[in-house]
């Protein structure tokens, strides 16, 4: 069983920078894939980022050279930078966890967080 906390979300201004974070519980946090995806209103959920346990990364083409994800196994926590920033990155950011390859379907992940809020105005 994994549990995963969101951090970090706000309101920023196109342009700008957010960090996100996730933490994760448990006592096998390294063997897990951890992705980041995103909802916003009317919308499905879709991919953003995911890192594997052996530190491999996978990207949506809309967000390929501004955000970056990343993992500290030592404190079970998994971020993701968000630079340059877009209105349209607007969104809840759900962080997930699967046992297993890095994947880009929701459905595949096994363990969510409650996700966090990111505003950008124009």
């Known amino acids: 069983q994994v549990q995963l906390v969101e951090s970090g979300g706000g309101l920023v201004e196109a342009g700008g920078s957010l960090r996100l974070s996730c933490s994760a519980s448990g006592r096998t946090f390294s063997s897990y894939t951890m992705g980041w995806f995103r909802q916003a209103p009317g919308k499905e959920r879709e991919f953003v980022a995911a890192i594997s346990f052996t530190g491999y990364t996978s990207y949506a083409d809309s967000v390929k050279g501004r955000f970056a994800v990343s993992r500290d196994n030592a404190k079970n926590m998994v971020y993701l930078q968000m630079n340059s920033l877009k209105p349209e990155d607007t969104a809840i950011y759900y962080c997930?966890?699967?046992?297993?390859?890095?994947?880009?379907?929701?459905?595949?992940?096994?363990?969510w967080g409650q996700g966090t809020q990111v505003t950008v105005s124009s």
């Open positions: 997930a966890a699967r046992s297993s390859r890095t994947s880009r379907i929701y459905s595949e992940y096994d363990y």
